[in-house]
């Protein structure tokens, strides 16, 4: 059990990282991609516009985090 | 061959580049403390490991669909790039200590020195699992972004020549001066690997959701200027925070 909890763990570590959110609000952007792409929206622009929305926020949690 | 065979290989080597250089610290500190054996050896076996899940891994990632794999690679990929961007740009705008080999490396040194001594196999196991764990685990992650790269891109042979040449450069280099290479600019080449991984993360997984990208391949150049653009304008942003906050503090 311990053994299986320290696997889950070193994917966790190895997969989402320092910050979750990251990894959440990529997931959610792709979501909204395939969203927009299925009802034939334009969709392209949205994941560049998350990537620097989300490094903005884990910026500033990280920042939050050391003062 | 083409922009993003280019953008491949140059991923690759920047990637394993870096990986490398804080394997090869952790491989040299286990060497001088412990003795060249042990640390060889567990070069080695950590270097078969990471073989054995190329060859595991890399057929059965084949034969996944494109568009399902680019998906996943993609949004993989975006996640990774996005954490080395993250620490690149906190470390460029001061709010995070540069990572310093030398210091690391001293460190190591001193931690390996005390250590007691326990034979196995004729072997010094501190110094063989140190120096295993350090190059498997740094490994891992060359290993998932030459895989994946090379996959998505349909072409793993390119992705572990790029990966190939930095080992065969950082070991070179390593065994000429047999110190840690503290003078490697390291937080500007994970900016360039962050920034790459960012930019094909973002290009995969809009394409893997079912997005078109106007100019097809052509718009990977765009989406590495808005990256690189928008990391710089986040560094400049910081910096100048950081600075307004340091004088309002010796004025008060």
């Not at chain 2, 804080?22 to 078969?48: D, F, K, N, P, Y």
């Not at chain 2, 399902?68 to 990929?77: I, P, Q, Y």
């Not at chain 2, 900016?191 to 959701?209: I, K």
Request: aromatic share 10%; glycine share 8%; net charge positive.
């Amino acid at each position: 059990m311990r053994l299986l909890r320290r696997f889950g763990r070193f994917w966790w570590e190895f997969v989402v990282g320092d910050d979750w959110l990251v990894a959440a609000v990529v997931g959610l952007a792709i979501g909204a991609t395939a969203a927009l792409a299925a009802a034939s929206v334009t969709a392209w622009w949205l994941l560049p516009l998350a990537v620097l929305l989300v490094l903005w926020l884990s910026l500033q949690r990280a920042i939050r985090s050391t003062d | 061959m083409s922009t993003p065979d280019v953008f491949l290989v140059l991923s690759a080597f920047l990637a394993c580049a870096v990986e490398m250089v804080e394997a090869l610290t952790i491989v040299l500190a286990a060497g001088l403390a412990r003795g060249w054996r042990s640390s060889l050896a567990g070069l080695a076996a950590a270097t078969v490991a990471l073989a054995v899940a190329v060859a595991a891994l890399g057929p059965a990632l084949t034969v996944v669909p494109l568009q399902a794999l680019r998906l996943v690679v993609g949004a993989l990929l975006l996640v990774f790039g996005l954490q080395w961007l993250r620490k690149a740009i906190l470390r460029a705008s001061g709010y995070r200590a540069l990572h310093d080999e030398d210091a690391i490396f001293a460190s190591q040194l001193e931690e390996a020195r005390a250590a007691a001594g326990v034979e196995r196999a004729g072997l010094d196991w501190y110094g063989f699992t140190l120096s295993f764990k350090g190059v498997l685990l740094e490994g891992l992650e060359v290993v998932f972004i030459v895989l994946t790269f090379g996959s998505a891109q349909g072409s793993i042979p390119l992705a572990v020549a790029g990966a190939a040449a930095a080992l065969v450069l950082v070991a070179a280099v390593g065994v000429a001066v047999r110190a840690p290479l503290a003078r490697v600019p390291e937080n500007a080449l994970k900016f360039a690997v962050g920034s790459l991984l960012t930019t094909f993360g973002t290009f995969w997984a809009a394409e893997g959701a079912g997005a078109h990208w106007p100019g097809a391949d052509a718009s990977l150049l765009g989406v590495l200027g808005f990256v690189a653009a928008s990391s710089a304008s986040l560094v400049w942003l910081l910096r100048r925070r950081r600075l307004a906050l340091r004088v309002a503090e010796a004025g008060s």
